[in-house]
């Protein structure tokens, strides 16, 4: 190898940045964790509220990967925001993740006037800071703009497994759709099961994204719940006992379905866009997605096929809902406040759901809004394509806890990928 | 130490301090954390429950790291060399060729390969193979877009390379060797090739540790299992479970330990050879 004289001093060197590593990583490690209790917004009134944002500038942060989304935000929400005195900064992220982590860290300095004022926020970031105590709670309560949502609405009571606890305000509400093209599907599956059978019967047709892909992990939570018989019998949290009894099936049917799949299940798309691209190319005939407003313009840009149309299945999908939380080191909880009701506002729920703005479905109960703005909903341009909300939603369940993710996502990693 | 001993090791330093500061600071944090000693939950442990728990999953990654990384880099260092030749006949459109593909990030190089070899892709297209009959050359189970796509960008790396000593003196010693009588095959291999070995074997070497350590081509264009050791270690290193981390840094560390071996291989055979001094 090396003579003697060429490694003595590199070594040393490796050695001093070994122990600089070391002694800041032991540094980092030993911080003194921020307690967890989450702070509790101040008992005001509304109109003191309102009367404190004036003036005031709220930075919203928000994942800046959605032209749509920055659109809407940008020249429908800020206008609205303007005129409640409130100037709305977005600021975009590459991952929601960013917005979290930056308010652990201000929580951990102690800082009580932060970046981060608003965060459109779902599933596990809002747990991982539910866990820390990074969002201010006890305050969408006295948003007047409450009044239109359904209190019972199990999407809006419970995020991914996690109470919302008035700890964030609903924006809108997104679907697990199964996608096909009707031109090559004449008789359309109703149910998973169905799909399942279909699948069998053509060869090669079907497949889904490998977890952890987001999609695809969706699709294996759906199929454990329909291998298990149904929502009621998936407990909502996870524990190991319940997983162990419930997910071999769920496995042993995936197992089955394999040869049947796109390249013999010996291989599976990586990402729900690999899934996308071969949906568009005819190389299968059906795709999945969690974010089915963009379909008619897929369609309308011939990216898909033409006769691209949704697949309901009897027993409902998974839905979600997203939310705009306010970070407990934020100064400005009262304008922020005041942005999250506005965003909740009729008004801007339909303009954010018009398929030209946003296409997002609303968070809104709409048989509790005033005839006219219902009939404005019931307005909405209908597409081929895409059915409305109640349609598509029929049958909805809340999603599993953040907590099954993993273990699905290792065990079919083991079980269903490996196997084969 | 003599003086000169002292001034050419200043000369080096503003290199070498940075690089150590990173490159050490970063392999040595990888390897605290996969050693359970820089844990983001819990308290520190020495422990080597990283490595155990991805199991065989390191082995079959590791096998398929090391073959990706071998036949790229064979297929570059031939197809390199065979372009950079053309640079004695006095042709200049393989080095603008070259010169341009160096130019194109990997990134892209693999959305590329992917457009056009894909089993929708604008090849099957052309031939009007997409309802089947194309071979499975983007995730696939022989990994051959990924093979192709290093071969394509890093050839052209070493032809650049390798032309630059072409440039130099092998063009006099081959004259010299023609006058003589030598014929092309003669000249090539008793005159070209000894000239250009250490050009090709560093090349080769820095094509290898980066075929290993890339990532954005294996995860465009391969599939999802066995996956290369940089794939494992992103994978779970994006994990939403924050115990993975530890195993992302062992998946890191094994993928560093080859490099850093065919590294110093490659230096170890630069340094005994006679033309490096």
Redesign the interface.
């Known amino acids: 190898?090396?003579s003697r004289s060429h490694t003595r001093r590199?070594r040393k060197?490796?050695f001093?940045?070994?122990v600089?590593?070391?002694s800041?990583?032991?540094v980092?490690?030993s911080c003194a964790a921020p307690s967890s209790d989450a702070p509790v917004a101040e008992e005001l009134s509304w109109s003191e509220i309102e009367q404190q944002a004036q003036g005031k500038t709220v930075s919203l942060w928000m994942y800046g990967g959605d032209e749509q989304g920055n659109t809407y935000v940008d020249n429908v929400l800020t206008p609205a925001a303007a005129a409640a005195g409130v100037t709305l900064r977005r600021v975009p992220v590459e991952s929601t993740t960013d917005a979290v982590n930056r308010i652990l860290s201000e929580r951990q300095a102690g800082v009580t006037d932060g970046e981060v004022d608003l965060v459109w926020v779902n599933g596990?970031n809002f747990g991982t800071g539910q866990q820390a105590g990074a969002w201010l709670c006890n305050w969408t309560q006295h948003l007047p703009n409450m009044e239109y949502t359904d209190p019972e609405d199990p999407l809006l009571s419970s995020d991914f497994g996690t109470p919302v606890n008035n700890c964030e305000a609903p924006w809108h509400k997104a679907q697990f759709t199964l996608v096909y093209n009707s031109a090559a599907i004449a008789d359309p599956p109703r149910t998973l099961d169905e799909v399942f059978d279909w699948a069998e019967a053509n060869p090669g047709r079907f497949t889904y994204p490998?977890p952890?892909d987001f999609t695809g992990s969706v699709f294996v939570r759906e199929a454990l719940v329909n291998q298990s018989g149904g929502v009621d019998k998936v407990p909502a949290q996870f524990d190991q006992d319940t997983y162990d009894s419930l997910a071999p099936a769920v496995f042993d049917r995936l197992n089955a379905l394999a040869p049947s799949l796109w390249?013999g299940g010996?291989?599976?798309?990586?990402s729900s866009s690999?899934l996308d691209?071969?949906y568009?190319?005819?190389?299968v005939d059906m795709t999945m997605t969690y974010g089915p407003a963009t379909l008619p313009q897929l369609v309308a840009d011939g990216t898909y096929p033409p006769e691209t149309r949704i697949l309901t299945l009897d027993e409902g999908t998974v839905g979600n809902a997203s939310f705009l939380a306010i970070p407990s080191t934020s100064g400005e909880s009262a304008a922020a406040q005041v942005v999250a009701n506005i965003a909740l506002s009729p008004e801007q729920q339909l303009a954010k759901s018009e398929p030209d703005v946003w296409g997002q479905f609303t968070v809104l109960d709409t048989s509790r809004l005033t005839p006219e703005v219902r009939a404005q909903f019931e307005a909405l341009p209908a597409s081929p394509v895409l059915p409305p909300y109640e349609e598509l939603s029929a049958n909805a369940h809340p999603e599993l806890a953040?907590g099954w993710?993993?273990p699905l996502d290792e065990g079919w990693?083991r079980s269903v990928?490996?196997g084969? | 130490m003599s003086q000169r001993k002292v001034r050419s090791t200043l000369w080096v330093l503003p290199a070498v301090i940075p690089v150590l500061l990173v490159v050490g600071g970063g392999l040595g944090a990888a390897l605290l954390q996969s050693l359970g000693l820089m844990p983001l939950v819990g308290r520190p442990a020495l422990t080597l429950d990283a490595y155990s728990a991805l199991g065989g999953d390191l082995w079959s990654s590791l096998a398929l790291t090391l073959a990706v990384a071998t036949v790229s880099t064979l297929l570059a260092t031939f197809i390199g060399l065979a372009a950079a030749s053309t640079v004695l006949s006095g042709n200049r459109t393989v080095l603008i060729a070259a010169a341009l593909t160096l130019a194109v990030p990997h990134l892209i190089g693999a959305a590329a390969m992917g457009l056009l070899l894909a089993d929708s892709g604008l090849l099957p297209r052309v031939f009007g193979l997409t309802d089947g009959g194309w071979s499975e050359l983007v995730g696939g189970r022989w990994w051959i877009a990924v093979a192709l796509e290093y071969a394509w960008k890093e050839s052209a790396f070493v032809a650049i390379v390798v032309a630059g000593t072409l440039a130099t003196r092998v063009a006099g010693f081959d004259e010299t060797a023609a006058t003589l009588g030598a014929g092309r095959w003669a000249r090539f291999r008793l005159v070209t090739l000894p000239l250009l070995r250490p050009a090709l074997a560093a090349s080769a070497a820095i094509t290898f540790t980066y075929t290993v350590g890339s990532y954005e081509v294996a995860r465009i264009l391969g599939r999802p299992y066995p996956e290369p050791l940089s794939v494992m270690a992103i994978r779970l290193f994006t994990s939403i479970d924050l115990a993975a981390r530890p195993q992302a840094a062992a998946a890191a560390m094994v993928a560093a330990a080859l490099a850093i071996v065919v590294a110093a291989v490659a230096l170890n055979y630069l340094r005994r050879s006679a033309v490096w001094k």
């Open positions: 190898m090396f590199p060197y490796a001093a940045a070994l600089v590593a070391a800041v990583g032991l980092l490690s596990a490998a952890p390249r010996t291989t599976y798309p990586q690999e691209d071969l568009a190319g005819g190389q953040a993710v993993t990693r990928l490996a084969q």
